[in-house]
């Protein structure tokens, strides 16, 4: 059975950091992923890593947040730095192994100005 675990989001000042934890469990996926929802607003792409190694992030971070995983402890990271209000929003964990995909229960992201 897939699970998949978020954790380490809280409250933190504007230009501050968070990293965000993803444990997985399962097996492998073909793809694991970030995405985010804002209050009000659709969730988003945020950013991936394939199975491969290679990360794609969405355009508007501006290179602020970075995705990496263990593979052998089987944990996805997202650390993000220079966080800005915008950025709060509920923070989902994504598992794909085609044809399903798999979330987690996600965690909160706050950032004040």
């Known amino acids: 059975q897939v699970q998949l675990v978020e954790s380490g989001g809280g409250s933190v000042q504007a230009g501050g950091s968070l990293r965000l934890s993803c444990v997985f469990s399962?097996?492998?996926?073909?793809?694991m992923g970030w995405y985010r929802q804002a209050p009000g607003k659709q969730r988003e792409f945020v950013a991936q890593m394939d199975r491969s190694g290679t990360p794609t992030y969405a355009g508007s971070l501006n290179g602020r947040f970075t995705i990496s995983k263990e593979n052998a402890r089987n944990i996805m990271y997202l650390q993000m730095n220079s966080l800005k209000p915008e950025d709060t929003a509920v923070y989902y964990c994504?598992?794909?192994?085609?044809?399903?995909?798999?979330w987690g229960q996600g965690t909160q992201v706050t950032v004040s100005s």
């Open positions: 994504n598992g794909e192994r085609y044809p399903n995909q798999y």
């Open positions: 399962g097996g492998p996926m073909d793809v």
